[in-house]
């Protein structure tokens, strides 16, 4: 007898990452020295938390091993519902916060108390693709928009009108982009919520990335925007406090709540179902956000990624048939191969071919659920230095890969 794994697992889309991630895996167990770009996690790549941050979690370890209340402690949900305020968003009620094991668990828990079989979720093409797969393993369909390259890869607000059926019951932005790194404008987002007013969907914006700004961008809460709709804001420490491990993730429900008891009571169900999340990582949540408050900024330096940014970017638009829209926030470039030049046919053997020929471990941009195999996305936390060669590594392969 077999034992075969659930069939709701066939809509995933993580079969390519993993395969891929599990070749560049055995090439280091081979001995070899792996780039490794598939991943935005700052603290390999030196950027350590900050030393602050541990020094005050560490002393709370000692009061942290009981469960704590399932939606999370009161402290940190306060410290949440304070960052939001100081964001333009008042008036979320700490009820309506819920701690989790970092934002792709509450991606997950928000998906499984909202959706019914063949519910519809507008997701974008790229996406991260957590939320892809935390639509389509509910049950659920996410239904790709397209955000369009040729406008600073914004999404594109004709596109999104014209996949509203009656079946969608929620819109995903993802705000700083991964993998494009764009950065949307007010009126892009005023773009986005009419159609959710007009069609009543539910917002939910991943926001992971709000303190990684490059140049003169400036992020905007989608909430701040949107007091009259159903808000989900995922956020937590992930990125711009550097330390992934933790598992440290929000999620702040705003907007009128009367005619959404039943779901966030399901959210609450949901949420029960791993009891709490950890308690470490929500102290942690408290004292980051506390330290905002105080003027201590323990952030990413946007500085130094900026310099990677600059030069990873003018690294790939210097190889010919490779053009890249710059990045303004996020931690990824988002690159064009022109087919013409290179014809690629599959991305993923691509990219395979390119880990085994280079050690370079990039992610297919087909991964990220873009429909064509032209993209890849490259992580942008090396040094300068380690990205300009590793770029040119790039080039020389895909010289290879020429008509
Ligand atoms: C857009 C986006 N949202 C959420 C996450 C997940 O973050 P967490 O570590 O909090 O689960 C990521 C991680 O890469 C991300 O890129």
């Not at 169900?269 to 102290?283: D, E, F, H, K, S």
Request: aromatic letters at 8%; proline letters at 6%.
């Amino acid at each position: 007898m077999k034992f075969a794994q659930s069939s709701r697992l066939f809509s995933l889309s993580r079969e390519t990452a993993r395969s891929i991630a599990e070749e560049a895996a055995r090439l280091e167990a081979a001995g070899h020295r792996v780039m490794r770009l598939d991943t935005g996690d700052p603290f390999p790549f030196g950027f350590e938390p900050p030393a602050e941050l541990i020094r005050d979690i560490a002393e709370t370890l000692t009061s942290s091993a009981g469960y704590t209340p399932t939606k999370g402690l009161l402290s940190a949900r306060e410290a949440v519902v304070r960052y939001h305020c100081a964001r333009g968003v008042p008036g979320i009620d700490v009820e309506h916060v819920f701690l989790g094991n970092g934002a792709s668990e509450l991606i997950t828990i928000a998906m499984t108390a909202l959706l019914d079989e063949r519910d519809e979720v507008l997701v974008p093409a790229p996406d991260f693709p957590v939320w892809t797969d935390a639509v389509n393993v509910n049950g659920g369909r996410a239904v790709h928009y397209r955000c369009d390259e040729s406008s600073d890869w914004y999404p594109d607000i004709a596109d999104i009108a014209a996949k509203v059926t009656a079946r969608t019951r929620a819109i995903v932005i993802i705000n700083p982009n991964n993998p494009t790194g764009a950065v949307y404008p007010p009126e892009v987002l005023t773009g986005i919520l009419d159609i959710a007013r007009e069609h009543n969907l539910i917002v939910c914006s991943d926001e992971i990335y709000d303190k990684i700004l490059f140049d003169d961008a400036v992020h905007v809460t989608t909430a701040s925007l949107a007091p009259d709709l159903l808000c989900l804001t995922f956020n937590g420490l992930s990125k711009a406090y550097r330390c992934a491990g933790f598992r440290a993730g929000w999620l702040a429900v705003s907007g009128p709540t009367d005619h959404a008891v039943s779901y966030l009571d399901g959210l609450t169900t949901v949420a029960g179902l791993r009891r709490c999340a950890n308690a470490p990582a929500q102290q942690a949540i408290r004292i980051a956000l506390e330290a905002d408050r105080s003027g201590h900024d323990l952030t990413l330096p946007a500085g130094l990624l900026q310099d990677q940014r600059d030069r990873a970017w003018a690294a790939l638009n210097s190889i010919p048939g490779v053009s890249c829209v710059k990045p303004r926030g996020a931690l990824y470039a988002f690159p064009k191969i022109d087919l013409n030049v290179y014809p690629i046919r599959d991305d993923e053997q691509f990219v395979l071919d390119l880990l085994l020929q280079e050690k370079i471990h990039l992610v297919p941009g087909t991964g990220l659920s873009w429909p064509e195999p032209d993209h890849v996305r490259i992580v942008t936390l090396p040094s300068a230095e380690e990205l300009e060669t590793t770029i040119d590594s790039i080039g020389g392969f895909l010289a290879t890969y020429r008509q």
